[in-house]
């Protein structure tokens, strides 16, 4: 009886491949969530290097964060059946997590580090600690087991980071997230009972693929937020007015990129691969760059957009034309992922953009900015006129 309860948790063949409601309902607060992270850095542009170098590093603590728990409840919606009041239960109390995270981001490092630790580990354990207890005796209880088992073992360093101040908080945190992310690329090995990588999964494609490109769409959210809540408090000047125009004609061409051929045809690769497990976990890896990427780029509209005529800092280049150059790089390995190959426009504007590293330096930042649209453009047209008149392509995953 109880091995029937935990069957009818799982995905079955007469479930809809798409998102639910609800999943698009959780992904609205990591459009919050991410504006959040993005503010961080932001708010703490004109400090001095060092201290910028230490704000990077929280930041990223907590992106990563962030990303563990959307893409582990991807695939808990992915592998268990969205529409039981279990894994409803489940996706809201994560959501409910993620909210206290992200509100206590900015201050996630100083006296709101309690709110933040508090809620990623009640989403990390209690997630697979109440699938565990929902499955009853069914043999995919062991999987939940042995993230439960790990998810306990880093909520120590997190817990720990709370009562150390300073950089012992850093330390601690960020071996939390090392632990995390280990566990994940190694399927949570535990004494006697092995280890699952994600890899080895039964998964439904056509949802997993899409929860990605849903998750690509919210960064871009996050990207109309910034340029807009950042335009709308300066005057309309003409360079700022630029600026504004630039970072929207930016975010267009990271959408029309990213989607063309390989993202649209994300879900049938993963369908007709050999192992939909091993190219789902293997893409979960390149979106997260590909979100980082985006997010960088933000910040280097709220630079460009706020102080227009400024001569460009080697720390701003970094995300004026570093942010485009990592998302270019994570979808050339996209690309690689889908068809085997990798467009040589893709591989000359990652080795252009960070040739600009050093030369936008020289020249303000709005013209730093616009030389990165330069390139993205460039690429776009690239990819429009190989693919002109040409019949589509078909997915050809290795």
Known sequence: MADERGAALLRGGVS???????????????VFALTRVSQRVIDDLDSPRRELLVEIAQTLV???????IWTLTAWVTSQYEPERPEIQLVVIGSMLGCMVMAVATPRAFAERAVAFALGYVAVQVGRPLFITLALGRHPRRRVTVRVVAWAMMSAVPWLLGVLLPGPWRLACWALAVAVDYVGLMSGWPVPRLGASRASTWG??????AERYQQFFLIALGENILVIGLSFSGQSFSRASSG?????????????????????????EAIRVSRSPGRL??????????????VLMTAVGYELAIVHPHQRVELAWAVFLVGGPAVFLTARARFEHEI????????IIGVL???????????VSTVVALAGAA???????????RRAYGRPAEHPTPR
């Open 280 to 293: 789902g976990e293997s893409a979960s890896w390149t979106h997260l760059v590909i979100v980082a990427g």
């Open 352 to 362: 252009v953009l960070v040739a600009l590293v050093p030369v936008v330096t020289l």
């Open 16 to 30: 809809s491949p798409r998102a639910t409601f609800l999943e698009l309902f959780f992904d609205l607060v990591f």
């Open 374 to 384: 330069v390139v993205l453009a460039a690429i776009t047209v690239a990819d429009f």
């Open 203 to 208: 998964v439904v494609g056509e949802h997993l």
């Open 62 to 68: 907590i992106f990563l964060a962030f990303w563990m």
């Open 243 to 267: 600026a504004f125009l630039i970072s929207f004609v930016i975010t267009g061409l990271f959408w029309r990129i990213y989607f063309h051929r390989a993202g649209h045809l994300l879900t």
């Open 339 to 346: 068809f085997g190959r990798v467009s040589r426009s893709r």
